[in-house]
């Protein structure tokens, strides 16, 4: 096999969670880029000595510039700030809206083919920026929020029910923020429906512990927020990308007609695979939740127009 690569912007946590998670699955090298002097070739390091132990024998490189990342498969964006205590997505819009703004210049310059993966906060916002600064087709940018998202509603669900997790499927479309909109109608536990096993009260609490874990973690670790998640998340996307899986995720993506919605960029169905987003899933959702999503992408929206794009 052809030795691939992965560059992940944002040594942080989120970013070398997801270096880790990748690593594991040993499917490409891992280049970590950072701004901050020392911490991507430390946490570089860290992963290649976890290498024995760990089970895999990929290579994983830090640096602070840019030229390591030529070439790069995937590229994928966590640099910014995370969200602090009593902070909203959206006040993280201008800082990290900056950063991503040059961190995309510099990827387009040395990886013009990579496809490139956003995490950055507010994600949907952040997800459209890096689009149109990048001049890429809309398949090759997505955005990793509903994947994390879906994976909270998964391990709420199995709590409430009691089951394995690997027994739930279960999808989050819309917004990365309060206004998400988990699809309870079509989510199964051992392929039952959701409302089969659990009363309508504990669905509530299901789809209110999804909406508002990332806050939990944010809440309880007091600074920070989450990574373990997220970079298994992300890991699971660039996973299906490189391997072609063309597995159904939920992944922000610009729209461009797609259940009646154009100019903004939310969390969709959509089937990922090599190139990025291989196609959108239409099919299966409901009118409601299509209502949902609709009023979901007007946030979204606002915070497109404040960033000011010019258009
Ligand atoms: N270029 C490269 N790296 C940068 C830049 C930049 N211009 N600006 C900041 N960084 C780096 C920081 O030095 C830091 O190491 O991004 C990293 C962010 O890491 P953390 O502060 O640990 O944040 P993390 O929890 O990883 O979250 C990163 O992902 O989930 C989202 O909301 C989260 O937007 C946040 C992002």
């Known amino acids: 096999m052809p030795s691939r690569k992965v560059t992940i912007v944002g040594a942080?946590?989120?970013?070398?969670?997801?270096?880790?998670?990748?690593?594991?699955?040993?499917?490409?090298?891992?280049?970590?880029?950072?701004?901050?002097?020392?911490?991507?070739?430390?946490?570089?390091?860290?992963?290649?000595?976890?290498?024995?132990?760990?089970?895999?024998?990929?290579?994983?490189?830090?640096?602070?510039?840019?030229?390591?990342?030529?070439?790069?498969?995937?590229?994928?964006?966590?640099?910014?700030?995370?969200?602090?205590?009593?902070?909203?997505?959206?006040?993280?819009l201008r800082v990290n809206g900056d950063i991503v703004r040059s961190v995309i210049g510099e990827v387009v310059r040395v990886a013009p083919d990579a496809v490139i993966v956003c995490v950055t906060n507010p994600l949907d916002v952040m997800t459209y920026l890096a689009w149109k600064v990048s001049g890429m087709r809309r398949?090759?940018?997505?955005?990793?929020?509903?994947v994390l998202d879906s994976a909270r509603f998964a391990h709420a669900i199995a709590e409430m029910a009691g089951v394995p997790v690997s027994q739930v499927d279960a999808m989050v479309i819309g917004a990365h923020g309060d206004t998400m909109v988990p699809l309870v109608r079509t989510a199964t536990i051992a392929g039952r429906p959701l409302a089969e096993v659990l009363s309508a009260k504990e669905i509530d609490q299901v789809v209110r512990a999804t909406v508002h874990g990332g806050a939990e973690v944010v809440s309880l670790l007091k600074s920070g927020s989450a990574f373990y998640a997220p970079g298994a998340s992300v890991a699971a996307m660039v996973e299906a990308v490189l391997t072609d899986a063309r597995r159904v995720m939920p992944a922000c993506v610009v729209l461009d007609g797609e259940f009646g919605l154009s100019g903004v960029s939310i969390g969709v169905p959509a089937v990922i695979g090599a190139g990025g987003v291989v196609a959108i899933e239409q099919r299966g959702l409901a009118d409601e939740e299509i209502a949902a999503l609709a009023a979901s992408a007007e946030g979204v929206r606002a915070g497109i127009a404040a960033l000011d794009l010019g258009e």
């Not at 398949?139 to 509903?146: A, D, I």
């Open 12 to 92: 942080g946590q989120v970013g070398a969670t997801a270096a880790y998670s990748l690593a594991l699955r040993g499917l490409a090298d891992v280049v970590l880029v950072d701004v901050a002097e020392g911490i991507p070739q430390g946490k570089a390091l860290d992963l290649m000595h976890a290498r024995r132990v760990a089970g895999y024998d990929v290579k994983v490189i830090g640096s602070n510039g840019y030229a390591e990342a030529a070439a790069s498969d995937v590229v994928v964006i966590t640099a910014g700030l995370p969200r602090k205590p009593g902070m909203t997505r959206e006040d993280l």
């Open 139 to 146: 398949e090759r940018v997505f955005g990793m929020g509903g």
